[in-house]
DNA sequence: CGGCGTTCTTGATGCAGATCAAATAAAATG
DNA sequence: CATTTTATTTGATCTGCATCAAGAACGCCG
């Protein structure tokens, strides 16, 4: 079992999921869990696997065990834009919506803990604790569109690229300090360059740069150990 | 009273804001409604005015009753970025947030009927339905909020430029094909470009070119009327 | 281990949009 | 209405990142 979701604040053990993280069941009692439970279901996906296609009747909401999923749009000329990556144990899915305006794609190898989506919004219904603890996850991932909204909008390549490491930093195996300091890039430099709205080239280049700097050593392209945190905070203009 | 707050989808007449309007009250049975209006308090405030800085408690959660609220992030350096933009009759307010992390302030003229936070917060708790209807907000505005940052990642800028007229001619006084064409545009080139990740030079080149190709008209560099939608929507990139 | 497709890096060049600078238009003030 | 201030437009130039073009490193599979 991972690290990343044998997390601090663990609500309750989740029996549809058989582990315990702080996705959406923690917000359920005993019979609710069991209720929800009996319709849950595994499910593993390789890396590149399309979860969810735009303009798809989306059947199932999760709770992400492991993995990093990514979330993106499209322009009918082929340009791309990813809007989020969620981790291991975020929650995902979008309730309420009967087409996805995503592409929904596991950037990683995933496993995932599925309802289906009208169970979990019947249940909503009955359950408030679950509504808000949903409600709370949308607020949440607003407050982070945002945050990132401010980095595509008004950052320059070199404070994306850092911003981007932190980022990644805090979320996969976080340490004391909330940063990993060794960690492997969860997406390509395509990807990269998708969420950061540049280039896999300038991409390439500005981890270079941070790599002659000392801020970050790379070994075979993904693998990332920060030397320099407080530089790396410096370079992405917090 | 203006026309944006009587629209089609009107679910109930809000005794507290003493307007119709499809704001939070649409959710509220007649005994909660009279609970939450005694709580209410009307406001005005004009452009400029700072609603709610970064870092304040916010106290107040709002059905906007008229004008235009601006939302922004900003780097230690001084730039800015708008994150959202919201109109009549959207509800303003960011629930369960202790202190908050963007600037609000009044891009136009606005009026405001205002409820306490936290009364808020207690009366999701009573009534679902409640928070239901937040929760479901807070979806759309991260729907949005994905649109938006696939603007300001992958489109140029004469591209983002037909996308926020179209956002504006959205929200304005919506005709029946959802676009107004007459309108007076509620920010200075200075918060467009903020909000597009631009400078207000290129805004200016860019409306400009848009008005020499005959797709829109500028008078007193407020007033946009727009001659060619169709011309507009193929520049916006969709 | 070696061949082969894929991903990543590095270099040379071009261009969209920033920056700097000034003119003009509009709004505010008395 | 005249005067000042502020907002917008327009022009000239510069620069950061995109684009184009090879190479180098890596992962895969026989």
Redesign the interface.
Same mark, same amino acid.
């Given at each position: 079992m991972r690290q990343d979701i044998h997390n601090a604040d663990v609500p309750v053990l989740c029996r549809a999921c058989e582990a315990r993280h702080r996705g959406i069941c923690g917000a359920l009692d005993a019979n609710e869990l069991l209720r929800l439970g009996r319709r849950s279901s595994r499910h593993e996906h390789g890396a590149g696997t399309t979860l969810v296609a735009v303009g798809d009747r989306p059947e199932h909401c999760s709770n992400i065990l492991s993995g990093v999923v990514k979330?993106s749009?499209l322009?009918?000329?082929g340009?791309?834009?990813v809007?989020?990556l969620q981790f291991a144990p975020d929650f995902l899915g979008?309730?309420?919506?009967e087409q996805s305006?995503?592409l929904v794609e596991a950037a990683t190898d995933v496993r995932l803990c599925s309802f289906p989506r009208l169970a979990l919004e019947a249940m909503?219904?009955d359950a408030?604790a679950l509504?808000?603890r949903?409600? +709370?996850q949308?607020?949440r991932? !607003?407050?982070d569109? +945002?945050?990132?909204?401010?980095t !595509?909008?008004?950052?320059n390549a070199a404070e994306k690229v850092a911003s981007f490491l932190l980022m990644i930093a805090r979320h996969v195996r976080p340490q004391d300090d909330g940063y990993s300091s060794r960690f492997d890039l969860p997406l390509s430099r395509s990807d990269i360059a998708?969420f950061?709205?540049l280039t896999i080239e300038t991409i390439s280049r500005q981890l270079t740069r941070l790599r002659k700097d000392g801020t970050i050593g790379i070994e075979r392209a993904r693998h990332v150990t920060v030397q320099d945190l407080e530089a790396l905070k410096r370079a992405a203009?917090?």
């Open positions: 979330l749009k322009l009918a000329d340009r791309q834009q809007v989020e979008r309730p309420f919506a305006d995503v909503m219904a408030p509504e808000n949903m409600h +709370r949308a607020l991932q !607003l407050d569109a +945002r945050d990132w909204m401010m !595509l909008g008004r950052k998708d950061l709205g203009a917090i």
